[in-house]
């Protein structure tokens, strides 16, 4: 006899050292025939700890009881341990049911927007490519959210068609800038997947930034290239960001250790070049930022405390291990302009007027490296840092207006 235990005992959720269920179960077994044997399925039951009660365990020390529990594989396992170890023969079983995963809010949008997008593709006559007029869909690319859309209907469509051609038309559309990283690297992911993919715009910028990040992703350089670039574009005592990537055996689409991850992202100064083991490599100090600061302003804060000297660290770096610019990538590092995107980088620095009148400045990134650089003397390329300042000024003030 199979028996429902959710249907029998009309309840959701048997809880671990709650012995009432288990108790009401042995007193159906007292009115089923000694000879008879009853399956009991818990399914549609959450069960906590069963061998944590007395009723539990005394149920099944009936040898004509078996039980079938659900997706619960780990909990069938101590049972029958508890069972071995009141030496109690027991008829136990787990089954794996599908589990019904139910789509989220958020995964119906998507795939309701993806199913939109992919039903404007166009195919043509010889049945080889396919194309998305995007700009007939949305009137601009301004959110992270339509160019997952735009991935989403790729791959739907070369899926259901087995094309692997597809031509993108923005047009004349506006498309954010912080975007087009994200659009050439779908590009990329679909080309390892045998996908071509272009993007055929009017718009001048834009075309100019994709086919910029597309060289990133796809320019292989070799040392002497790097090295040739590299002097033609870095002049010593040139500030900029070091960002090192994290260490680790896996690498990204762009061949980075820690597949991309930053470990840390430091004002620096490139120093020029020097050969380490018979190979050029490229000199880089970069400055600890919870030091980096005037000594004015470390006094003020810590007690009267004077700061000596910077804490820095020198990087002698291999030519396939430096990218710089929008030029190329490295494989650990990256040497990057101390311009500032942002509002939210800049650092409160205190100073001294007079005597006694203490005033605190939000410095922006380059601000802040020809502050301290000029107070502790420390040579650097004044014309590309006061460059950085200019652009950094027109950039944040955007951003009030």
Same mark, same amino acid.
């Given at each position: 006899?199979?028996?429902?235990?959710?249907?029998?005992?009309?309840?959701?959720?048997?809880?671990?050292?709650?012995?009432?269920?288990?108790?009401?179960?042995?007193?159906?077994?007292?009115?089923?025939?000694?000879?008879?044997?009853?399956?009991?399925?818990?399914?549609?039951?959450?069960?906590?700890?069963?061998?944590?009660?007395?009723?539990?365990?005394?149920?099944?020390?009936?040898?004509?009881?078996?039980?079938?529990?659900? &997706?619960?594989?780990?909990?069938?396992?101590?049972?029958?341990?508890?069972?071995?170890?009141?030496?109690?023969?027991?008829?136990?079983?787990?089954?794996?049911?599908?589990?019904?995963?139910?789509?989220?809010?958020?995964?119906?949008?998507?795939?309701? =927007?993806?199913?939109?997008?992919? =039903?404007?593709?166009?195919?043509? =006559?010889?049945?080889?490519?396919?194309?998305?007029p995007v700009y007939k869909v949305y009137d601009q690319i301004g959110q992270v959210g339509t160019v997952q859309y735009i991935e989403g209907a790729i791959k739907k469509y070369c899926k259901d068609t087995g094309i692997k051609d597809v031509s993108v038309v923005t047009g004349n559309m506006n498309v954010q800038l912080f975007l087009i990283k994200a659009m050439a690297e779908m590009v990329m992911r679909f080309k390892g997947e045998g996908i071509e993919v272009k993007f055929l715009s009017t718009n001048k910028e834009f075309v100019d930034n994709m086919n910029m990040r597309l060289d990133i992703c796809e320019s292989e350089y070799?040392?002497?290239?790097?090295?040739?670039?590299?002097?033609?574009?870095?002049?010593?005592?040139?500030?900029?960001?070091?960002?090192?990537?994290?260490?680790?055996?896996?690498?990204?689409?762009?061949?980075?250790?820690?597949?991309?991850?930053?470990?840390?992202?430091?004002?620096?100064?490139?120093?020029?070049?020097?050969?380490?083991?018979?190979?050029?490599?490229?000199?880089?100090?970069?400055?600890?930022?919870?030091?980096?600061?005037?000594?004015?302003?470390?006094?003020?804060?810590?007690?009267?405390?004077?700061?000596?000297?910077?804490?820095?660290?020198?990087?002698?770096?291999?030519?396939?291990?430096?990218?710089?610019?929008?030029?190329?990538?490295?494989?650990?590092?990256?040497?990057?302009?101390?311009?500032?995107?942002?509002?939210?980088?800049?650092?409160?620095?205190?100073?001294?007027?007079?005597?006694?009148?203490?005033?605190?400045?939000?410095?922006?990134?380059?601000?802040?490296?020809?502050?301290?650089?000029?107070?502790?003397?420390?040579?650097?390329?004044?014309?590309?840092?006061?460059?950085?300042?200019?652009?950094?000024?027109?950039?944040?003030?955007?951003?009030? &207006?």
């Amino acid at each position: 006899m199979d028996i429902s235990v959710h249907k029998l005992l009309g309840i959701d959720t048997i809880s671990a050292g709650n012995n009432k269920p288990w108790l009401t179960l042995i007193a159906h077994m007292e009115c089923v025939p000694a000879d008879e044997h009853v399956t009991f399925d818990f399914g549609g039951l959450t069960i906590k700890d069963p061998y944590t009660s007395d009723g539990f365990i005394q149920l099944m020390r009936d040898k004509r009881v078996s039980m079938v529990f659900h &997706n619960s594989d780990a909990m069938v396992k101590n049972i029958k341990l508890s069972c071995l170890i009141n030496n109690i023969n027991c008829d136990i079983t787990n089954v794996d049911d599908p589990v019904v995963v139910e789509e989220t809010k958020e995964e119906k949008r998507l795939r309701t =927007a993806v199913n939109h997008l992919a =039903a404007a593709f166009e195919t043509d =006559a010889t049945m080889t490519s396919g194309t998305l007029p995007v700009y007939k869909v949305y009137d601009q690319i301004g959110q992270v959210g339509t160019v997952q859309y735009i991935e989403g209907a790729i791959k739907k469509y070369c899926k259901d068609t087995g094309i692997k051609d597809v031509s993108v038309v923005t047009g004349n559309m506006n498309v954010q800038l912080f975007l087009i990283k994200a659009m050439a690297e779908m590009v990329m992911r679909f080309k390892g997947e045998g996908i071509e993919v272009k993007f055929l715009s009017t718009n001048k910028e834009f075309v100019d930034n994709m086919n910029m990040r597309l060289d990133i992703c796809e320019s292989e350089y070799d040392d002497n290239d790097r090295f040739k670039l590299m002097q033609k574009k870095l002049c010593p005592n040139k500030v900029g960001i070091l960002t090192r990537y994290r260490e680790g055996k896996a690498k990204d689409e762009f061949g980075r250790y820690g597949k991309g991850e930053q470990l840390s992202a430091r004002i620096a100064i490139f120093l020029g070049f020097a050969r380490q083991n018979g190979e050029v490599v490229a000199h880089f100090r970069s400055y600890n930022s919870s030091t980096f600061y005037t000594k004015v302003h470390w006094a003020l804060e810590h007690d009267g405390e004077v700061l000596k000297k910077l804490d820095f660290q020198d990087h002698y770096i291999k030519m396939s291990e430096i990218g710089i610019y929008n030029d190329f990538i490295g494989s650990r590092f990256h040497f990057s302009t101390a311009v500032q995107y942002a509002p939210n980088g800049s650092e409160r620095m205190f100073n001294l007027v007079g005597q006694d009148k203490v005033v605190a400045r939000y410095l922006t990134i380059p601000e802040r490296a020809k502050a301290v650089f000029d107070d502790f003397e420390i040579p650097y390329d004044r014309a590309s840092l006061v460059a950085y300042i200019n652009e950094t000024m027109n950039i944040l003030a955007t951003y009030n &207006n």
